[in-house]
């Protein structure tokens, strides 16, 4: 079967990113969203790296009452839930493992990727070695399954 793009949530998780790439899947992370908008010479001045019409094109994801903080996040993250095939939820994770830093964003992502109805696997960020081994072997045999593979 060929690769799946899977979104990552949180959308800046390197550990998520680093096992979807493992496992020979294209990882949808924020990441790269950034990195075009800080390497773009039309962009001034790093890190002030959004320009006036983010917010605008985040109107296509989310009614323009919204915050434009919540509008400028989802014009870097609707895209890649556009493209996603696929998704991992990590939910109530460490700071140090991703964060989004917007509430009312994340619960607008989520409810995104499920109305794709595509492939999701939800899960509890771990809190202890037991957990954190059975978070990873789940996480394996989800990339695992995208592929066709039923081990």
Known sequence: MLP???MIFPPN?????????RFGHKP??????IGEKVRNPEIDSPPINITYEEPRHGVKYC??????GVRGRM?????LIEEAEAAIIVDDPDISFGCSGCARTNELVIQMLYEKNIPILRLRYPR????AR?????I???LKSLNGDKG
């Open 4 to 6: 799946k793009k899977v």
């Open 13 to 21: 998780s390197l550990i998520l990113y680093d096992l979807v790439l």
């Open 28 to 33: 949808l992370a924020i990441m790269s969203k």
């Open 63 to 68: 009614a323009v009452e919204v915050p434009s």
């Open 75 to 79: 014009a870097l993250l609707g895209p």
């Open 128 to 131: 202890n070695n037991d957990e």
């Open 134 to 138: 059975e978070f990873v072997r789940s």
């Open 140 to 142: 394996v045999k989800f």
